[in-house]
């Protein structure tokens, strides 16, 4: 009698068996890893360039603020409505101790720790006219009042990260306070006043051919506001960009304008 042995055969399952190794499996985590790694990295350079654009537009805001009110003001030193009802005489009398007659404007070296210098400025408005003050108000009472504004500008003590603001103080010709003082802009860190005057040459002529600081035209004996034409000043603000580490020339950025006094400016 014959006896027939079978095989017995694997299932082709088993035979066929796929997948993928630790290796492989190591190797996709590694570039997945990078492929997250860049597009992490782009992310946070997109952000990165988005909050620096909106860090030096708020410095941009901040310097055509700062100078637009200042030059608002200065550029109306000496002004006074209607000369056949009031003469530079009435408009600027003379204030013991303050102002001179005829005076329009003065500046002064501000104490520690308040930095830069300080610059004041009158000038007499009539009721309607719309000339604005350095609050930004304008004189609302009827057509034909009068009110003298006279208007400072000056740098408030630095806070802890050094920052100072710009403030405008507002009183009448009598000295009494219009309002209180109010924050213009901040992230200041100085502000130089030159005023351009006229020390020589011929009469009839007020172009600046001098520019001093506040201490040295308050030096002169007999120190004459009134022939300040034009002002130059030099904000000073940080500088949002600045590295901790940045030299300190690199962690301010100036901004400077030349404002002529509308009364003096050019040839008389």
């Known amino acids: 009698m014959t006896t027939t042995k079978h095989r017995m055969r694997a299932p082709r399952s088993r035979l066929r068996q796929g997948g993928v190794t630790l290796i492989e499996l190591l190797v996709t985590v590694i570039i997945a890893l990078f492929l997250l ?100 108000g304008s004189n609302t009472q009827a057509a034909g009042t009068t009110i003298t504004y006279v208007n400072q500008f000056y740098l408030t003590a630095p806070d802890a990260s050094g920052s100072s603001t710009l403030q405008c103080k507002l009183t009448d010709g009598a000295g009494t306070a219009i309002g209180t003082p109010q ?18 040459g011929a009469a009839g002529d007020n172009s600046v051919d001098t520019y001093m600081r506040p201490s ?34 690199q962690k301010t950025i100036n901004f400077e304008r030349v404002i002529a006094v509308m009364n003096r400016a050019g040839v008389t």
């Open 37 to 136: 790694a860049g597009v992490g990295y782009m992310l946070q350079n997109t952000r990165r360039a988005y909050t620096n654009q909106n860090q030096l537009q708020q410095l941009q805001d901040s310097e055509r603020l700062a100078m637009t009110l200042l030059a608002d003001v200065i550029q109306n030193a000496g002004y006074f409505p209607d000369p056949t009802q009031n003469t530079v005489d009435t408009a600027l009398p003379a204030v013991a101790g303050t102002w001179a007659q005829e005076q329009a404007i003065s500046g002064a070296a501000q104490t520690a720790p308040a930095p830069g210098d300080a610059i004041t400025v009158r000038y007499m408005t009539t009721g309607g006219d719309g000339v604005l003050n350095c609050l930004g």
């Open 183 to 200: 924050d213009l802009v901040t992230g200041l860190t100085n502000m130089q006043i030159w005023f351009g005057m006229k020390k020589g």
């Open 216 to 249: 040295e035209v308050a030096a002169i004996d007999d120190p004459d506001w009134q022939k300040v034409t034009s002002v130059r000043i030099q904000l000073t603000f940080q500088n949002p960009l600045a590295a901790p580490s940045a030299p300190a020339a």
